[in-house]
């Protein structure tokens, strides 16, 4: 055991230019963590919590009431439409009426939605207060928080954003014990992404684990998947926190691609799937470019397979409304295509001005 007396069994330090982000992972970590902020001398708490996790997980909640006396706990729906300015308004008002100050902290509970709307809340409130975040799906565990959190402008997704981190950050894996199977797979998209990005050996064993596509999930180390994905996505972004140098634009690996399917559904495809069917296009242009090998492109598509993640856009769009809105894309510049693409399995690079011609063909055997 990590920790005494608790059942963390991993914990990653996390050194930003201004602050220090501890993440720990474990199962049954969130009492530990209660118990760790009863004693922690913030002037007061204010909780989002999921609707569901309310729901689901009352003696959380209860623990919560009893130990920390909440001045306030707002209950979030978790729709992407809540990831909006009108709902972070309802929000502030809450915290204003709590009378949370500077010195108090938040504390949010739930999946990435919950996550990115309490910690951009934190991150202007009062100039910036502590959040600690106890994430509960694993794309949210996964591809945890780490210096980068935002919300939407209509149907633009992540347009409003700060770079933010959470003090703390508890990935008690017991949470994913009552995720349905589909969310599972969605988290396994960013997994997946931040080995084949990054690391050979984690691809390997990814392999091996998911050889029997799922059929033995609720047998998986939860606790090693998840530290070896955030291990990554961790020391990426301490590399280069504002994404100034390029460091970390693997970590977009399928996701301009991405952007523009979920947008093209207004939202209604859901993000992991999304990433998972951009990871499949860009590895296929990677291989029409000459970088990707057949071999390693098959034991990609093998991993994305194996989480069960969509071979096709389920929904009817033209290769050019793809094309339009990759040239909007952030990493596109003056109506050219840039995109991140694989070299072979843990190495990646952008490709400037691809050619709109492969993009459309590779693209037309994917859009139903
Ligand atoms: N800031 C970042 O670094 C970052 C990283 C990844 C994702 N995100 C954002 O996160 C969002 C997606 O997050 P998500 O996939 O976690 O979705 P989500 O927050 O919408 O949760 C998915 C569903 O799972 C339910 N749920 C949550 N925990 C559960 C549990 N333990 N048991 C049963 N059901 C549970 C929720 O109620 C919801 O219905 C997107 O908006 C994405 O942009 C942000």
């Known amino acids: 055991m990590f920790l005494k007396n608790s059942k963390i069994s991993r914990h990653l330090k996390v ?8 993440i720990f992972i474990g199962e049954d970590s969130a009492s530990w963590i209660i118990e760790k902020l009863a004693s922690s001398g913030y002037s007061g708490f204010v909780v989002f919590c999921d609707h569901n996790i309310a729901n689901l997980y009352k003696n959380l909640l209860s623990e919560i009431k009893d130990k920390l006396e909440p001045a306030d706990i707002i209950l979030v729906k978790p729709t992407e439409a809540n990831k909006s300015i009108e709902f972070l308004n309802l929000c502030l008002e809450r915290c204003v009426k709590a ?6 902290c938040l504390i949010a509970i739930g999946g990435g939605v919950v996550g990115d709307l309490a910690g951009f809340l934190a991150s202007v ?3 910036g207060i502590d959040m600690v975040f106890m994430p509960t799906t694993l794309m949210a565990q996964g591809d945890t928080i780490i210096n980068k959190v935002a919300i939407s402008y209509k149907l633009l997704k992540n347009v409003i954003g700060s770079f933010y981190s959470p003090v703390i950050t508890v990935c008690d894996t017991n949470f ?11 988290g396994f998209s960013e997994i997946i992404k931040h080995a084949l990005v990054y690391s050979q050996t984690f691809t390997k064993s990814l392999s091996g684990i998911l050889s029997s596509s799922m059929s033995d999930w609720k047998t998986y180390d939860w606790d090693y998947l998840v530290y070896e994905s955030l291990k990554i996505k961790s020391r990426l972004v301490e590399k280069d926190p504002h994404d100034k140098l ?3 634009k693997g970590l977009s690996y399928g996701h301009t691609l991405a952007n523009a399917l979920e947008g093209l559904s207004n939202f ?8 998972g069917l951009g990871m499949r296009i860009s590895g296929e242009i990677s291989k029409s470019l000459g970088f990707l090998k057949k071999e390693d492109l098959e034991l990609q598509n093998s991993l994305i397979n194996a989480v069960v993640l969509p071979l096709k856009f389920p929904h009817s769009v033209n290769p050019d409304q793809v094309i339009d809105y ?3 894309d952030k990493i596109s510049i003056n109506e050219q295509i840039n995109l991140v693409v694989l070299e072979k399995i843990g190495k990646h690079r952008v490709v400037k001005n691809v050619d709109e011609k492969l993009v459309r063909e590779v693209l037309e055997t994917f859009l139903s």
């Open 268 to 275: 209604n495809f859901r993000h992991g799937d999304a990433v």
């Open 326 to 328: 990759l040239k909007r």
């Open 99 to 104: 009378n949370l100050n500077r010195n108090g």
């Open 246 to 248: 390029g460091t970390h």
């Open 125 to 127: 409130y009062m100039r």
């Open 176 to 186: 994913l014990k009552s995720l349905p199977k589909k969310e599972i797979s969605l």
């Open 15 to 22: 050194l930003l230019p201004d602050r220090r982000q501890d």
